[in-house]
C-alpha cells in the first residue's frame, strides 16, 4: 500500500517491488489504482522496479473507482 502523493519516498517502494521480484519467485504482478489522477504514479513505480529487476514478469494493472467498483484492468 502506498501513496504517490503523500508518501516522500517512492525509491523505498521501487526497491521493495524490485526485491518481491527477484526474491520472492512471483509469476505476475497486480498494482491496483484509485481513480484518482495521482494513483497513476503508482504504476510507474511498478513499472520501474520491474525495469530494474532480474526477472521479468507481466503487471496487470485494475483501477478502482472510489466507491470500490472495478472500472478497468489492462495487462501492461
Given at each position: 500500500?502506498?501513496?504517490p502523493k503523500?508518501?516522500?519516498?517512492m525509491d523505498?517502494?521501487?526497491?521493495?517491488?524490485?526485491a518481491l521480484i527477484d526474491d520472492s519467485g512471483?509469476?505476475?504482478l497486480t498494482v491496483m489504482m484509485m481513480e484518482v489522477p495521482c494513483c497513476g504514479g503508482l504504476l510507474g513505480v511498478a513499472k520501474q522496479a520491474a525495469g530494474k529487476?532480474?526477472?521479468k514478469i507481466p503487471i496487470k494493472a485494475v483501477t478502482v473507482s472510489i466507491r470500490?467498483?472495478?472500472l478497468?484492468?489492462?495487462w501492461v
Open positions: 500500500i502506498a501513496c503523500l508518501d516522500s519516498d523505498v517502494y521501487t526497491e521493495k517491488i524490485t512471483i509469476n505476475t529487476a532480474k526477472r470500490g467498483e472495478v478497468g484492468e489492462e
